[in-house]
């Protein structure tokens, strides 16, 4: 009877591995800080491009003046002007061009990148 168990167990896992591909989910790097940084890297580049899919982004905002705002299909999230720390966004990309600011300094604290 353990047996079954453990074989209907490890069919479980499979199934889940399978529904992604059993690859582990990206994860992205977001910072802004003082005096005016702001940035967005995939293992220490910077992101200019990336395929659709799903993405963990690790954001880290240590300025109490600045926040990290992305949007673009499907994707609006922020963190707060005054506020700081370190969040973490589960985010699907889709086709089309994602941009990222600092709100209160948009016009010089800013970049983007397409998804494919």
């Known amino acids: 009877m353990k047996r079954l168990g453990m074989l209907a167990a490890a069919a479980a896992v499979a199934a889940i591995a399978a529904g992604n591909g059993g690859a582990a989910i990206p994860k992205l790097q977001a910072m802004v800080s003082d005096p005016v940084n702001i940035s967005l ?59 990222y600011v600092c709100d209160p300094h948009a016009s010089f604290m800013k970049g983007s990148f397409k998804v494919t």
């Open 41 to 99: 890297t995939f293992g220490g580049k910077k992101v200019t491009s990336l395929k659709a899919g799903k993405y963990t982004i690790v954001v880290r905002d240590t300025a109490g003046d600045h926040d990290f705002h992305l949007s673009g299909p499907g994707v609006n999230r922020s963190t707060t002007v005054g506020g700081t720390g370190t969040s973490k966004w589960n985010v699907t990309l889709r086709k089309g061009t994602y941009k």
